[in-house]
């Protein structure tokens, strides 16, 4: 009987995204491209890392869906985003990658939610509710940070967001909250809850543990 191979799809994602910025920060280095894009590259690794940091100083398990869903937002906006420029190159873009932050956001704001809630004392429009909010704090402080590193990191003159593109963006992010509110108040309506359920256990699904001393997130 042949052997299953169970591939760490995280840890597969991981190194590929390490490898990938390594070689873009050494070809820039060589290049004498010191620029944003090389910062970019360098905070593409320490991104990518964050979640085994955050696992390793709380001595939580992350589940993997939360983690591949990270990663491959990480490629969105930074690899592809900044370092290869879709956010200049196509006009739609950016205003694509806040609509599915609005959306995702909300998505882990409940699943964190139902974590905390291990007796299910919350009502579903609670659970709504803490993940709109979650939604929110998330994006203002990504706006924030977003602001301090346009003013520290980006050449001067280079790019400088007006009010409005912040407007806009905020627009986006609240679309793509509301429009996984409508979709999950709809399964509720229609369904009883049958779709959030089945994402939820996606979301807690997991393999053997292999680690010890360690509580779920």
């Known amino acids: 009987m042949k052997k ?3 591939l760490d799809y995280p840890r597969l994602f991981l190194m590929i995204i390490t490898a990938v910025a390594i070689w873009l920060i050494i070809y820039f280095a060589r290049e004498g491209m010191y620029n944003y894009k090389l910062l970019a590259a360098a905070g593409l690794v320490a991104s990518a890392w964050l979640p085994n940091l955050i696992a390793a100083l ?28 879709f956010y200049r190159i196509i006009s739609w873009y950016d205003d694509f990658t806040h609509f599915l932050a609005g959306a995702l956001l909300v998505l882990l704001g409940i699943f964190i939610a139902t974590r905390l809630d291990n007796v299910g004392f919350l009502k579903f429009s609670l659970l709504l509710t803490y993940g709109l909010f979650f939604a929110g ?6 706006e924030i940070v ?5 003013r520290t990191v980006m050449p001067a003159g280079s790019y400088s967001p007006a009010r409005s593109e912040v407007v806009i963006d905020l627009i986006m992010n609240a679309l793509g909250a509301f429009m996984v509110v409508i979709l999950l108040t709809l399964d509720a309506r229609a369904y009883g809850h049958k779709y959030l359920e089945r994402l939820l256990r996606k979301f807690t699904h997991e393999g053997p543990p292999d680690r ?4 779920s997130f």
Request: net charge positive; glycine share 6%; with cysteine.
């Open 146 to 150: 977003e602001y301090v590193l346009v």
């Open 4 to 6: 299953k191979i169970i």
């Open 212 to 215: 010890t001393n360690e509580k």
């Open 137 to 142: 704090f998330c994006v203002g402080i990504w």
């Open 58 to 85: 709380l001595k939580v398990r992350i589940p993997n869906v939360v983690v591949i869903v990270y990663y491959y937002f990480l490629v969105l906006t930074i690899l592809l985003g900044i370092i290869l420029g």
